[in-house]
């Protein structure tokens, strides 16, 4: 069973900084490029945000220089270190996986269950 478990979300004052996990299960880790959407309250899922395949990170244009993503290959585990944070970057942060690097949302195959981010002004 193919599982994405996505932690590290939480309350934070803009200009603060998070880090978000994704650990995943049940899949050969390096044969996946790993994503990260969100979805804010009453907006559709947004992403991806930033994607990372083998090692390689790609960005969205918007999120580069304030978002960073990294893996660890050993631990199955993709991380998303968020700083500069602004009350518009509060959504529910996802991460999914998929064969290929890809901007369309449908080609990530495996969803983790999300984590709140909150940023207060």
């Known amino acids: 069973e193919v599982q994405l478990q996505a932690s590290g979300g939480g309350l934070v004052q803009a200009g603060g900084s998070l880090r978000l996990s994704c650990t995943a299960s049940g899949i050969t880790f390096d044969d996946y490029a790993i994503g990260w959407f969100r979805q804010a309250p009453g907006k559709e899922r947004e992403g991806p945000l930033c994607v990372i395949s083998e090692g390689q990170p790609y960005y969205k244009d918007s999120i580069e220089g304030r978002f960073a993503i990294s893996s660890d290959p050993a631990k199955s585990t993709v991380y998303l270190q968020m700083d500069s944070l602004k009350p518009e970057d509060t959504a529910v942060y996802y991460c999914?996986?998929?064969?290929?690097?890809?901007?369309?949302?449908?080609?990530?195959?495996?969803w983790g269950q999300g984590t709140q981010v909150t940023v207060s002004s």
């Open positions: 999914a996986a998929g064969l290929a690097v890809s901007p369309i949302i449908s080609d990530y195959n495996y």
